[in-house]
């Protein structure tokens, strides 16, 4: 009997709403797709969507940019990181975090995770004490959302500001508060392979009115921040918008009004991908090999994308597997690599880093890691089939 060959592509996302594409070809007619480009009395689309995310957030601030990335970087930049200052992060997270980190000018200091691939808290504290370092860029990778609350304990005794980077947690929470409005500012990405898909672009949230004040001039906003689509009051300006340098990196209309007919639907999304995922879960939690993250009932995920672990695996094993996984069309990223591939590198592939930390849990679990996308395109039915391929592959490398 021939094998099942799944054969839909992992990197297909769903089209843009109609309504999306409508109001992007009006945008593409009027020409006006600079968002300070606006007629008398008109409120940009951009302005628009920092408006509607804002409130979709439950903060008062948004602020619209070119990438996940860049907003991460001036997050720091807006909350006072000087030159050479130290950053900590967990060290599982998408390579474009310590490159903001970097970018901003400090200095990452990785920091454990633990088996459910969320950052260990008896190390950050450590590592809290250890460095003093004044800022924790958290990094919801995959959708795994830490403790939130013990997180936030823990900044406040030792003084350190969060920044979350919500990239994989748009649209989740952690015991009813939404993941992003934790910590001082929160980074999000619409690239295209995220919640909301522009292609590219961040968003930038907060509460602080200093903060968005200077992430607003830092993205490129000239005189013109008065036309944002929120922002503090002008007296909050009067210094911020000389002393603050322009790090050009907006949004444009034709992006904004992409994302803006999306979001109304993002949270039914979140419960398409939920269905995907706990489909694919109980699947593959029927195989005494596969091990699943823990995931605690406080933490509403975004299935997104799914992790597992085969611990029993030698690293010998491991490419066998990927490969016969992939043969039959089930597209399976292993993060114990260490040579870095497509989106996906280890924390130990970054040399630029000063020291390359030693971080012996966090390898551990990365080295029997593996990681699949669920996009909306597939349906709940196609979950059986990879589910029983990645069953029959494991079971092909035992037996
Ligand atoms: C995508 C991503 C980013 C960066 O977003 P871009 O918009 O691609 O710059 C940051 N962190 C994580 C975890 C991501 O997946």
Redesign the pocket.
């Given at each position: 009997m021939s094998k099942t060959v799944f054969s839909k592509p992992f990197t297909q996302q769903e089209a843009i709403p109609e309504t999306g594409i409508e109001h992007a070809v009006e945008i593409l007619r009027s020409g006006r797709l600079h968002r300070y480009n606006t007629l008398e009395g008109e409120t940009s689309e951009t302005a628009l969507l920092e408006r509607e995310y804002a409130d979709y957030m439950g903060q008062r601030y948004c602020l619209a940019c070119t990438?996940?990335?860049?907003s991460?970087h001036i997050a720091l930049r807006a909350a006072g990181l000087k030159p050479g200052e130290a950053v900590l992060s967990n060290a599982f997270?998408?390579a474009?975090?310590p490159g903001a980190i970097d970018n901003a000018g400090g200095k990452p200091l990785l920091v454990e995770i633990d088996e459910n691939y969320c950052v260990d808290l008896a190390h950050l504290e450590a590592m809290m004490q250890q460095s003093k370092a004044r800022f924790f860029m958290i990094?919801h990778?995959r959708g795994h959302i830490a403790d939130m609350v013990a997180v936030v304990e823990l900044c406040t005794k030792y003084g350190v500001t969060l920044i979350e980077?919500s990239?994989?947690t748009m649209g989740a929470s952690w015991n009813g508060k939404k993941s992003g409005s934790f910590g001082k500012i929160a980074c999000f990405?619409t690239?295209t392979y995220?919640h909301l898909n522009s292609g590219?672009?961040?968003l930038l949230t907060t509460d602080d009115d200093d903060i968005i004040a200077r992430a607003i001039i830092y993205s490129g906003s000239y005189m013109m921040y008065e036309r944002h689509g929120t922002l503090p009051d002008a007296d909050v300006f009067a210094d911020i918008r000389l002393d603050t340098p322009n790090y050009s990196g907006r949004m444009d209309n034709l992006r904004a009004t992409i994302l803006r007919a999306q979001l109304p639907g993002l949270d039914q999304n979140c419960a398409r991908w939920n269905e995907r995922y706990r489909s694919l879960e109980n699947r593959l939690s029927q195989n005494s090999r596969i091990q699943l993250p823990y995931r605690p009932e406080q933490e509403s995920y975004v299935g997104s994308s799914l992790q597992f672990r085969i611990a029993e695996f030698d690293q010998e094993q491991v490419p066998a597997f990927v490969s016969g996984c992939a043969q039959r069309g089930v597209e399976l990223k292993w993060f114990g690599n260490v040579e870095p591939q497509g989106f996906t590198s280890r924390y130990d592939s970054w040399r630029y880093l000063e020291n390359t930390p030693q971080l012996p849990q966090t390898l551990e679990v990365l080295a029997t890691t593996f990681d699949l996308r669920i996009p909306l395109t597939f349906t709940v039915e196609d979950m059986e089939i990879i589910g029983s391929i990645i069953d029959e592959e494991t079971a092909a490398i035992f037996d």
């Open positions: 990438s996940g990335g860049y991460l997270t998408l474009p975090v990094s990778m980077d990239a994989h990405s690239q995220k590219e672009g961040g």
